[in-house]
């Protein structure tokens, strides 16, 4: 049976009733149809992959112009330290101490190295000032298995005036050895006492004066010291260039090839000529007394060639030459060198022979042989190096 017009009328009703009420409780309860909506989603996400961003391009702008930003910076950074460094007072402070560091770690350490101390009670005549630091340079002789001091020169620095001054120890001086109670000529004594703090003693003990430091080198690192400074220039007679060339002082025989005038000698041509002591300096000095003059001509030069070299290879000669030396010398000695140095910017170097020339007498000792006596002019040599390192003699 059909339906009649009243049961089709609340249909109707019935239909718009519910549309209406499903309407209400979604809107009510908010209920949305995932699914759809991911997929909404995604297809939002390639389109926006797909399409260029015009941002694109300023960010990457903005992220060059950042780097280099900060690049200038950190090179103003450098600069501003770099000029630190190099032109303010505190700057080469810190410059001089890091590169003294530097060159201690270099140096060999002596395995015998005592460290200096400053005396608390001087002895009378003798003389100690904190402003004047010695520093022993020793040349050690091993030919043939020989232990001797072939070179013995003081380098002493004062740290106020910028002073500089080569002292040479005569080799064949007839000295009491320190705490063996026996004499003998002062370069067998580093050999007799088996180490370096008995050479040091003894040249205090004879001579009232305090050795802060030291620092030797063999003759092959001597050589190679020489070399790496590019060689020196030194000035000859015709005799010394002929002894030169006839003996084996200059061990290879190829470098043997002087003349009489300048020569620029190399590492063994160097050490030959700083050997020799039977024939005159250009000077007219002979004997021991000859040969220590040769030995300051080498080292004077040395001080020149080194301190006149561009910065950009004085790091690199100074690596060398450092690597050569045996030394008990501190960072804190290194220093106070440097930066007295960097200071004054010492260009002379005064020089002087102890024992001087008049003060001593050439005598024979039986089962030493042929020495140099100071017995009689001990005082007055002291005197003059005294005088000469620190501007007053001892107080007697």
């Given at each position: 049976?059909?339906?009649?017009?009243?049961?089709?009328?609340?249909?109707?009703?019935?239909?718009?009733?519910?549309?209406?009420?499903?309407?209400?409780?979604?809107?009510?309860?908010?209920?949305?149809?995932?699914?759809?909506?991911?997929?909404?989603?995604?297809?939002?996400?390639?389109?926006?992959?797909?399409?260029?961003?015009?941002?694109?391009?300023?960010?990457?702008?903005?992220?060059?112009?950042?780097?280099?930003?900060?690049?200038?910076?950190?090179?103003?950074?450098?600069?501003?330290?770099?000029?630190?460094?190099?032109?303010?007072?505190?700057?080469?402070?810190?410059?001089?101490?890091?590169?003294?560091?530097?060159?201690?770690?270099?140096?060999?350490?002596?395995?015998?190295?005592?460290?200096?101390?400053?005396?608390?009670?001087?002895?009378?005549?003798?003389?100690?000032?904190?402003?004047?630091?010695?520093?022993?340079?020793?040349?050690?002789?091993?030919?043939?298995?020989?232990?001797?001091?072939?070179?013995?020169?003081?380098?002493?620095?004062?740290?106020?005036?910028?002073?500089?001054?080569?002292?040479?120890?005569?080799?064949?001086?007839?000295?009491?050895?320190?705490?063996?109670?026996?004499?003998?000529?002062?370069?067998?004594?580093?050999?007799?006492?088996?180490?370096?703090?008995?050479?040091?003693?003894?040249?205090?003990?004879?001579?009232?004066i305090y050795i802060n430091a030291y620092a030797y080198v063999d003759f092959e690192r001597f050589e190679k010291i020489i070399d790496t400074?590019?060689?020196?220039?030194?000035?000859?007679?015709?005799?010394?260039?002929?002894?030169?060339?006839?003996?084996?002082?200059?061990?290879?025989?190829?470098?043997?090839?002087?003349?009489?005038?300048?020569?620029?000698?190399?590492?063994?041509?160097?050490?030959?000529?700083?050997?020799?002591?039977?024939?005159?300096?250009?000077?007219?000095?002979?004997?021991?007394?000859?040969?220590?003059?040769?030995?300051?001509?080498?080292?004077?030069?040395?001080?020149?060639?080194?301190?006149?070299?561009?910065?950009?290879?004085?790091?690199?000669?100074?690596?060398?030459?450092?690597?050569?030396?045996?030394?008990?010398?501190?960072?804190?000695?290194?220093?106070?060198?440097?930066?007295?140095?960097?200071?004054?910017?010492?260009?002379?170097?005064?020089?002087?022979?102890?024992?001087?020339?008049?003060?001593?007498?050439?005598?024979?000792?039986?089962?030493?042989?042929?020495?140099?006596?100071?017995?009689?002019?001990?005082?007055?040599?002291?005197?003059?190096?005294?005088?000469?390192?620190?501007?007053?003699?001892?107080?007697?």
């Amino acid at each position: 049976m059909g339906k009649n017009r009243d049961d089709e009328l609340f249909d109707d009703i019935d239909r718009a009733i519910g549309k209406q009420y499903r309407k209400d409780y979604n809107e009510e309860y908010e209920f949305v149809d995932y699914e759809e909506e991911i997929k909404r989603e995604e297809r939002e996400e390639r389109r926006r992959n797909k399409a260029p961003n015009k941002n694109d391009g300023r960010k990457k702008k903005k992220k060059k112009s950042g780097c280099l930003t900060r690049l200038i910076v950190f090179l103003f950074i450098i600069a501003g330290i770099g000029v630190f460094m190099v032109y303010t007072k505190p700057g080469n402070k810190l410059l001089l101490k890091a590169g003294s560091i530097y060159a201690r770690h270099k140096m060999k350490t002596d395995s015998d190295a005592e460290p200096f101390k400053e005396p608390k009670d001087i002895p009378a005549g003798w003389v100690y000032d904190k402003d004047v630091i010695n520093i022993l340079l020793v040349g050690i002789e091993t030919f043939e298995g020989g232990n001797r001091t072939d070179s013995m020169i003081l380098l002493s620095e004062n740290t106020k005036t910028g002073k500089i001054t080569l002292v040479s120890f005569l080799r064949d001086t007839y000295v009491e050895i320190s705490g063996l109670g026996v004499k003998r000529k002062l370069n067998y004594v580093y050999a007799h006492g088996k180490n370096m703090s008995t050479l040091i003693n003894t040249i205090q003990d004879t001579f009232k004066i305090y050795i802060n430091a030291y620092a030797y080198v063999d003759f092959e690192r001597f050589e190679k010291i020489i070399d790496t400074l590019g060689g020196v220039d030194i000035e000859i007679t015709e005799k010394e260039a002929e002894y030169l060339n006839t003996t084996n002082y200059i061990s290879n025989p190829k470098y043997r090839n002087l003349k009489a005038g300048v020569n620029h000698f190399n590492g063994n041509q160097a050490l030959g000529y700083c050997r020799v002591r039977k024939i005159p300096t250009l000077e007219g000095v002979n004997n021991d007394l000859g040969r220590s003059l040769r030995q300051r001509k080498v080292l004077s030069a040395v001080f020149e060639k080194y301190k006149n070299q561009k910065i950009t290879k004085l790091v690199s000669t100074t690596n060398k030459i450092l690597e050569s030396m045996t030394t008990n010398m501190t960072s804190g000695n290194i220093y106070t060198l440097l930066e007295a140095y960097t200071e004054h910017r010492t260009d002379k170097i005064e020089q002087l022979m102890i024992p001087d020339s008049k003060l001593f007498e050439p005598v024979t000792i039986s089962g030493v042989g042929a020495v140099l006596s100071i017995d009689k002019y001990q005082q007055q040599n002291i005197d003059l190096l005294h005088q000469t390192l620190y501007g007053n003699p001892a107080t007697k």
